[in-house]
């Protein structure tokens, strides 16, 4: 598992390496602290649109079994950003 955790003034291009190496792995990767950096929802958003991008666009990175994408929203409580 692959563990991230913003501090305030961290951005969220900064884990795009750590995300696509997680799914280059096939690991889990949590996210913790997401509200450092706005509203969970929009911050998912961007997330699964970053990683769209990763998939689909001119890199096209490679998903192995088993990767998932989890945050951590304010309240503690985990939700699947992508399977």
Not at 55 to 65: F, I, N
Request: a negative charge; hydrophobic letters at 45%; proline letters at 6%.
């Amino acid at each position: 598992m692959r563990k991230v955790v913003f501090d305030p003034g961290d951005c969220i291009e900064a884990i795009l390496p750590i995300i696509e190496s997680a799914m280059a792995s096939g690991d889990v990767c949590r996210i913790e602290n997401v509200a450092h950096l706005g509203p969970f929802e929009s911050v998912a958003d961007a997330l699964r649109a970053m990683l769209e991008d990763l998939m689909e666009g001119t890199r096209k990175c490679p998903v192995h079994p088993g990767f998932r994408l989890l945050g951590i929203d304010e309240h503690g409580v985990t939700h699947t950003l992508m399977i």
